[in-house]
């Protein structure tokens, strides 16, 4: 085992010291990659040596490398080495979180990391939490504990058929398609989800926000949830959470706040305004496996009332019956989320809090939102580029303007302009491909206003100002070589 560990540990080592040499992204294909691995079912043992130079030489080799300096692609966290050594270490107590009695320590330790972490966003401390895979499953446990809180039947005995309304619930145009998606699974449907619109900003519109409501209560509906953004995926935009929550309360809605992507940027000092008001929300959703920087699988979903989550997750069966303890000792994870057994999340949480600090972190998240603004000032001051969105939080939406169609967006006619946008549109995306193929910088896409932008996302305390300005050298480098061979 300690051969081995060594081995691993100094792979692991290697590649994170020439982390930033590397292409972001390999440039691969499925068939090359099934030559290399798939084989027959082993039968006998391989040598773990072996085995490891697979990992190094076709898993590692063909894989996005997400810890990149210069990786902006969606919503992506670099890990840290203190996690992943703490992700060894949690497989190797292979500690099992359904409970207390299962796991003593281990789930006295959630308790604790759940606790910062609700200090972290000031958040009610009697509130209840725990970590589950992701911000997706954040969110669907969120939506089941709002439905259930605010059904006017016992909905977990007699089922959605039961309910006399449609139960409706509202997001923005810029929410996280999972909670469409939990709607979709929980049986709530996608038709009761109702989109209100965003300002220029990209926040939620509360006027149209007050309209739907009231337009549904009308028609004889029951509201019972509304979602508010804490940093969109799409542009970074924060909605306005006190307003929000003033209407969740004035029509009786469960506030729900999916902070996945933004939520931990309340740590650093310029950005802890926008958060102002998250403390009156029912529920939570965060991903520590964003801007805590932890490598996946780490979601964690807040309830501002424990009850409001043990009545919807709790069940009565025999053999998860608590027998003979105290109440402490009787707590059990599964009456507060979806899952049984669990994995021990909460070690890397642990170890990367006490091991780096929040001071070191807030830190390091500033310099992500200024590495953005820099972004901004950078195209802002270009004469063949041009943003499409403010810069809010870490993530910058623009594209690629050439300077003679710049000139010609703002005198032309209507129709001339919906054709030069729609040759930007595909100029930029072919530039993304490219982007891609080159292989020093790597971004996603958005569609603002119905046009395609170029997207980055800054989520890595590697990344500094002068990776800003390499990627804009990059897409110059790219772009030249498009233009050749127009
Ligand atoms: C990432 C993200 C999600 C989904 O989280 P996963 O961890 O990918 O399941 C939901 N909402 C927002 C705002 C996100 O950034």
């Known amino acids: 085992m300690r051969r081995w560990g060594n081995a691993a540990i100094d792979l692991m080592a290697e590649y994170l010291a020439s982390i930033g040499d590397r292409q972001v992204y390999p440039n691969t294909s499925s068939n090359q990659i099934r030559e290399q691995l798939d084989e027959a079912l082993p039968v006998e043992r391989s040598d773990f040596d072996a085995v490891l130079a697979s990992f190094r030489d076709t898993i590692i080799k063909l894989s996005r490398h997400n810890a990149h300096p210069r990786m902006f692609g969606y919503v992506q966290a670099p890990g840290t080495a203190i996690a992943a050594v703490a992700d060894l270490l949690a497989s190797t107590l292979n500690a099992n979180l359904t409970a207390w009695r299962s796991a003593p320590a281990a789930v006295e330790l959630e308790r604790l990391t759940i606790n910062w972490i609700k200090e972290i966003l000031g958040y009610e401390r009697k509130a209840a939490g725990l970590f589950v895979s992701g911000g997706s499953m954040a969110n669907m446990a969120a ?71 009231n337009e549904d209560l009308d028609a004889g509906h029951l509201p019972f949830c509304v979602v508010a953004n804490a940093g969109t995926v799409m542009t970074g935009t924060v909605d306005p959470l006190i307003e929000v929550s003033r209407i969740a309360q004035q029509f009786n809605l469960w506030l729900h706040v999916d902070a996945c992507y933004g939520g931990f940027a309340v740590l650093a000092k310029s950005a802890r305004p926008l958060f102002d008001g998250i403390d009156k929300a029912d529920s939570v959703a965060l991903d520590p496996h964003k801007w805590l920087y932890l490598p996946v699988d780490c979601g964690c979903i807040l309830y501002r009332d424990p009850e409001a989550a043990r ?82 939080l870490s993530i910058f939406c623009f594209r690629y303007v050439p300077a003679q169609f710049k000139r010609a967006l703002t005198s032309a006619d209507e129709s001339t302009r919906r054709k030069i946008n729609d040759e930007l549109d595909s100029l930029n995306e072919r530039l993304l491909v490219e982007l891609e193929r080159d292989g020093s910088a790597y971004l996603s896409n958005a569609l603002i206003h119905g046009r395609f932008a170029l997207r980055g996302c800054v989520m890595n305390y590697r990344t500094t100002l002068r990776d800003m300005e390499i990627l804009l050298s990059d897409l110059r480098r790219v772009v030249s070589r498009i233009e050749l061979t127009l």
């Not at 145009?173 to 979709?184: G, P, R």
């Not at 009565?316 to 979806?338: K, L, N």
């Not at 899952?339 to 642990?350: D, G, H, M, N």
Request: charged share 30%.
């Open 311 to 392: 009545a919807t997750f709790a069940q009565e069966a025999e053999y998860t019956r608590v027998i003979a303890q105290e109440a402490e000792e009787a707590f059990a994870f599964w009456d507060y989320g979806p899952e049984l057994s669990r994995r021990f999340r909460a070690l890397k949480v642990w170890m990367m809090l006490k091991g780096v600090g929040v001071r070191a972190l807030g830190e390091a998240i500033e310099k992500d939102l200024a590495c953005a603004r820099h972004f901004e000032q950078l195209v802002q001051a270009s004469a063949d580029f041009e943003m499409l969105a403010p810069v809010e």
């Open 143 to 213: 939506l089941m504990a709002a439905r259930r809180a605010k059904a006017s039947e016992d909905l977990l005995s007699k089922g959605a058929r039961s309910l006399p309304q449609e139960m409706r619930l509202y997001v923005s145009e810029e929410t996280h398609h999972s909670i469409a998606k939990a709607a979709a699974l929980l049986g709530i449907g996608r038709d009761n989800v109702r989109t209100i619109r965003v300002d220029e900003r990209f926040k939620i519109r509360i006027d149209d926000l007050t309209a739907k409501i």
